[in-house]
């Protein structure tokens, strides 16, 4: 083979090619407007991409948060929605796939992951408490300060590192949190907020001997472990992928057991169970069910559907069995993988290795010139747009946002750019035109500008804020 010779994936990756285990039956047009009329739309958006009409966007690599197409079973499971108030048939649908698929006891629904978090934070955190995590996730850590708690991040320090190669970046760092037990003492700890993968550093995964681990050292103590179960399946693949022993084990095998070391889990349905709506807390604990279930009929809906439709629980119990078949979770997970390849061969910065749902542009090393309070993620992801129509999201400076005591803005250090892949969505064709935008976007990084703030809302400013360019 000359070495013209463009690689198919499976050559880039040593091996056969694999490809997706479905066909497209139903397909959407997409359309890109022209660079002026995107120009406009940019400026007319506050160079926030959240305020973009979807209309003006070409490949949306927004989020992978509820834009994944959903399976004929799952359209065919709308069908069977049973509308009822009370004890929908669906809800039953939903508790036994949860059940059996994740294995906690006590189901309560809610119409998305952020419900969830809601819920356990109120039911579980007394006011001063400490929650340690493996990195902070936006809307996590803002309920889990408002029901009155102090997030502490006790996640490894190469997770920090977009260049480290470690294989568990999403690790737990048991010396940190044994320290954090000491100095304010395990009544002060309201759980331990465990997060599989870890969407801020790059959709880390986190190893099952570090569940293990913490497992152990969380009984010594008598503390709770809650998962973000959002991306656990994408999670599992890599401890297939990475951890001895688990080679020939299936991903539902290796989630069951990862989860049976936690107390309970939150869910964003909207990602790895593959629906467009929805979300559910499952517990092993009789009480906080309890202070949960009463609580979901304040601000969700009735506890058999939390605030979605009968038919949405249908489709989300058909999509919680699909979500964990082997050949899907590989697809999805290498599809992301064939991008970051593309950008690593083209020395395009991003964080290493490639996670699970996305390819995160490492705006510090593309825009070194910017200081973090000219907002390099922002900015990257508003020349993306620009050049092609691709839109991505700003995970830095603007999403860390402020310290609630002091007001003062937090300066994570990643600021970073992600493409985030939908699940079933996009092809391989989609992931080169994005591969070729970022590549110019980086070829052009020296004449970026930088953005400032100029309007910025008190909760979550990354979804709103408005900037105008210096
Ligand atoms: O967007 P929700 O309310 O369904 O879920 C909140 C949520 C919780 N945990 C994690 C790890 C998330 O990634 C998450 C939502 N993520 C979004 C919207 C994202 O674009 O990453």
Redo the contacts with the bound molecule.
Sequence with gaps: MSEKTPKTMGQQFGRRSWAEPWKIKMVEPIHMISREQREQAMVEAGFNTFLLRSDDVYIDLL?D?GTSAMSDRQWAGMMLGDEAYAGSRNFYHLVEAIQTYYGYKHIVPTH???GA?HLISQAVIKKGQYVPGNMY?T??RLHQELAGGTFVDVIVDAAHDPTSLRKFKGNIDLDKLGALIERVGADQIAYVSL?GTV?MAGGQPVSMENARQLRELCDKHGILIYL?A??MVENCFFIQEREEGYAHVPIAAILKEFCGYTDGAWM?A??DNLVNIG?WLAVNQEEVFDAARNMVVIYEGLHTYGGMAGRDMEALAIGITESVDDDHVRTRVNQVRYLGGLLTSWNVPIVQPVGGHAVFLDAKRMYPHLTQDQFPAQTLAAELYIDSGVRSMERGNVSAGRDPNTGNNRYPALELTRL?IPRRVYTQAHMDVVAESVKTVYDNRANASGLKMVYEPKYLRFFQARFERL
Excluded: L
């Design positions: 989020t948060s998305q992951g952020r978090e996730f809307t996590t997060a969407n973000d959002t991306r964003s909207k990602k979300g985030t």
